[in-house]
């Protein structure tokens, strides 16, 4: 509603006018006697209305007003109860589980895991081999380091106690709640709350938790999935996806055949060889197999780290540090060596093909059908322990061949040939398009129908990894677009948690109601994303977990950048780029934040009000004031 706003100078002017008015028309012309009195008189009456009213400094001395807005009785300092709902408590949803409540007053949190424990893939990936493709002191947290770790990759039950005891730890099993699987999500727009529908395996229930937050935290690698080949149901013979493997099964004498040349078939087959009757793999696409993933043309075998060391490690942090560093800085670097026509590329091609060639001399003839065309990092590095010396084995044959169909006893190719097996495991990865595997819903829309192939966007449209428009206060954990191309998981997701620790108090303390980033912030994000990947290997005709498992296709499984750029802009967040609702009733965007208009550390006579005063020696210019903790 408009107010009317009438100039205080025309009331001033009328009211004179009238006043003339009327004292003319009270007063004679007086006589020559009474000439003086009546003049007198006059001037007593007119002259104090002729000069300009009073103003009253709040009302009248400017022509701009504003409806009065009720203030909140509350200080500063008092930040609102955020409810956090995480959906996944593998390495992300327990990191998060960590940091979320040590860096954000008044979080009320609640982790749904659908698994039995934490763990993420680590629990569900229990075949023969599974173990790390990266050394397991960059596959730890910051906060807690491991001393002990027994190989240089850590096979999977240790890489699981690992991040069991980071959550018995740091109480992170105070917010889970197991065995609880996700149905769906659907936003309430009247109330500005997400409901989630939650079913408990362990007793059947399906109910709905209501949150202010949802962060997705649902991993890469989990929702594993089998092929679609024909006669894939007239097998009769034992028939598994790896991420299922069956724990009861011996493959001791068997005859098996392992369809994938991905991290987990590679894995798979070289620790079945030495104990299976006959092995055939079927390895469709070539890729580039190293000792590791930052590319060292080392020991292609396990390698155990010493007892000794590990005694050394315990007794000497320092040493340990030192160590840890120069394990972490190689993922680091060497950004450049993703750059197409880079020169450290073209290095690490040659490295890669002398290695596979001095690992392939028992048969030579397997080189061509392993070296891709494209360059290194176009795809993921897979290292391979043992893999090299599995595949060169006379009980293990290596196909190429495309698979035409399953039958009740084995695989035929195309070429016609059949090989019988008693069991196959199917290698083959999960679902890495990066749509949720449930219903969100807001507004009527589902993330999954505008993400997925044909939908309005097609691919995981986000901004900065983090988000996307139309959906709000919903925010996603090393989801797509979610890492660097160099730096280490944990290290990524720690920046990626802390970033939505800020948002969080940002939203907790300013009366912030939802949050969303806005459409141009995601459009540029998404263009830059577009341009940069061109300049890479990863833009170059192979298919990876990076494009959806689509050659060519859109790159959304990686941060356009490295690791570096990824620390540098979650650590000062552009907050223009977001959308925001207030909480308080009229809108105004500081009622609530500013509330009373002090602190409650302020009238709190214990509390250190001063805290940024002391010795001189004790002050960084750098951390001056920047503490998001102190007050003021």
């Keep these: 509603m408009t107010a009317e706003v009438i100039a205080p100078e025309s009331i001033h002017a009328t009211s004179v006018d009238n006043l003339h008015q009327r004292v003319d028309a009270d007063v004679t012309r007086p006589s020559a006697e009474t000439n003086s009195v009546e003049q ?7 002259e104090p209305l002729l000069k300009e009213p009073e103003a009253d400094p709040a009302q009248t001395q400017h022509k701009y007003f504003l409806p009065e807005i009720p203030l909140v009785n509350r200080y500063i300092d008092e930040p609102r109860s955020v409810r956090v709902a995480v959906v996944g ?3 992300s949803g327990v990191i998060a589980g960590v940091l979320l409540p040590a860096k954000v007053p008044g979080i009320e949190l609640t982790i749904f895991e659908k698994n039995a424990d934490v763990g993420g893939t680590w629990f569900e990936n229990i075949y023969p081999g599974v173990r790390c493709d990266v050394p397991a002191h960059v596959y730890q947290s910051s906060f807690e380091p491991n001393t002990q770790w027994t190989e240089e990759f850590a096979q999977g039950p240790e890489i699981r106690e690992y991040w069991t005891k980071v959550a018995r730890k740091y109480d992170v099993y105070k917010y889970l709640k197991l065995s609880q699987r996700i149905e769906g999500a659907q936003w309430d727009e009247q109330r500005s709350v997400w409901l989630i529908k939650v079913h408990n395996l362990a007793t059947g229930e399906v109910y709905t938790h209501e949150t202010d937050f949802l962060l997705t935290a649902i991993g890469r690698f989990n929702a594993w999935k089998l092929p679609n080949y024909p006669g ?15 724990p009861n099964f011996d493959p001791t004498g068997k005859s098996v055949a392992v369809i994938g040349n991905g991290a987990s078939g590679i ?4 620790n079945i060889q030495s104990r299976v009757a006959h092995l055939d793999h079927y390895a469709r696409n070539k890729t580039w197999i190293a000792a590791s993933f930052s590319g060292d043309a080392t020991s292609i075998k396990p390698i155990p780290i010493s007892e000794e060391l590990r005694e050394t490690f315990k007794k000497d942090p320092e040493a340990y540090l030192k160590y840890r560093k120069t394990f972490e800085e190689k993922y680091w670097r060497g950004f450049d060596s993703w750059l197409r026509g880079s020169e450290s590329n073209e290095k690490s091609k040659a490295e890669f093909i002398k290695l596979i060639k001095e690992r392939l001399v028992k048969k030579p003839e397997l080189i061509k059908s392993i070296i891709p065309d494209f360059s290194p990092h176009c795809r993921r590095l897979t290292p391979g322990p043992g893999y090299f010396e599995a595949i060169t084995e006379d009980n293990v044959e290596y196909i190429q061949t495309h698979i035409k169909r399953f039958t009740e006893t084995g695989i035929e190719t195309v070429d016609g040939k059949h090989r019988e097996v008693d069991a196959i495991f199917c290698a083959t990865g999960a679902n890495v398009d990066s749509v949720p595997p449930f219903g969100i819903v807001s507004n009527g829309k589902d993330l999954r129908d505008l993400w997925t192939e044909g939908g309005e966007y097609g691919f995981p449209y986000t901004y900065l990894g983090t988000s996307t428009p139309g959906f709000k206060n ?6 797509p677009n979610g890492s660097g191309r160099s730096g280490t998981v944990p290290h990524s997701v720690e920046t990626q948690v802390t970033f939505y620790a800020k948002l969080l108090r940002k939203v907790g303390r300013e009366g912030i ?8 912030a995601t459009d540029d994000y998404v263009q ?3 341009a940069f990947w061109k300049t890479t290997v990863l833009s170059e005709n192979c298919s990876s977990w990076y494009n959806g498992g689509k050659p060519g296709a859109r790159i959304h499984g990686l941060w356009p950048g490295s690791a570096s750029l990824v620390a540098i802009i979650s650590r000062d967040p552009r907050w223009e780029d977001w959308e925001y609702e207030y909480l308080h009733e009229t809108g105004n965007r500081l009622a609530w934040y500013f509330g009373k208009g002090s602190t409650k550390a302020e009238a709190n006579p214990e509390r250190d009000i001063t805290s940024y005063l002391k010795l001189p020696q004790d002050i960084s210019l750098k951390d001056l004031h920047e503490q998001w903790w102190d007050i003021p």
């Design 267 to 270: 894995q798979l087959v070289s």
């Design 474 to 479: 919903l925010l996603f954990v090393h989801g």
């Design 513 to 520: 109601k939802t949050i969303q980033p806005s459409k141009k």
């Design 528 to 530: 830059y994303s577009d």
């Design 40 to 46: 007198a008189r006059v001037a007593a009456i007119v």
């Design 89 to 91: 408590a593998g390495l």
């Design 232 to 246: 894939l149901k007239d097998f009769k013979g034992l028939l598994r996806h790896a991420s299922n493997w069956d």
